[in-house]
T-cell receptor, first 113, second 107 residues
Framework: DTEVTQTPKHLVMGMTNKKSLKCEQH?????MYWYKQKAKKPPELMFV???????INESVPSRFSPECPNSSLLNLHLHALQPEDSALYLC????????????FGPGTRLTVL | KNEVEQSPQNLTAQEGEFITINCSYS?????LHWLQQHPGGGIVSLFM???GKKKHGRLIATINIQEKHSSLHITASHPRDSAVYIC?????????FGTGTRLQVFP
């Protein structure tokens, strides 16, 4: 299984809602990543988890809260988002570190009203 | 100046043409990645290379470490190759992305 899955595919939420994005991989990868991608722009790194521990937070606002419950799962909890947070959120994983091949999920398209 | 520059930004081709996309970088790297993204879709890793040349089917990627330059070639292009191609480099603990090359191949 060389797949990274993400749910949901699409999400519409109001600024007062709380929602979560979910990412799963069963390739035994120990590094997992959250990226944010705006239209016609490259992905921007948000968080890196290495061996289930948060290793990088790219100064992401606290309304985004990552969680890695186990080595296969990565969540992104969303609370009090702004319309400018509307974007495609991509999850990725790699064997150990950033210089290993990254496998990307299909993304969650988030719209904040 | 971006640390990873791609050219061209946009590219149109007729089916069957040979296509080259270039990537130059200005930082030290441990690896260079070529990625493909179809409209509205997720990203697929095409190649990861740190030296020389790799080939998968009609795709060829080369890297020249001394010149800090990589190329992605598509032979016998097809409309299904239409996508955004992104060059990214592994630098310390993160990927640095180029701005992408939007390719359209017409039948």
């Amino acid at each position: 299984d060389t797949e990274v899955t993400q749910t949901p595919k699409h999400l519409v939420m109001g600024m007062t809602n709380k929602k979560s994005l979910k990412c799963e991989q069963h390739m035994g990868h120990r590094a997992m990543y959250w990226y944010k991608q705006k239209a016609k722009k490259p992905p921007e790194l948000m968080f890196v988890y290495s061996y289930e521990k948060l290793s990088i937070n790219e100064s992401v606002p606290s309304r985004f809260s990552p969680e890695c419950p186990n080595s296969s799962l990565l969540n992104l909890h969303l609370h009090a988002l702004q319309p400018e947070d509307s974007a495609l959120y991509l999850c990725a994983s790699s064997q150990i570190r950033i210089d290993y091949e990254q496998f990307f999920g299909p993304g969650t398209r988030l719209t904040v009203l | 100046k971006n640390e990873v520059e791609q050219s061209p930004q946009n590219l149109t081709a007729q089916e069957g043409e040979f296509i080259t996309i270039n990537c130059s970088y200005s930082v030290g790297i441990s690896a260079l990645h070529w990625l493909q993204q179809h409209p509205g879709g997720g990203i697929v890793s095409l190649f990861m290379l740190s030296s020389g040349k790799k080939k998968h089917g009609r795709l060829i990627a080369t890297i020249n470490i001394q010149e800090k330059h990589s190329s992605l070639h598509i032979t016998a292009s097809h409309p299904r190759d239409s996508a955004v191609y992104i060059c990214a480099v592994s630098n310390t603990d993160k990927l640095i992305f180029g701005t992408g090359t939007r390719l359209q191949v017409f039948p």
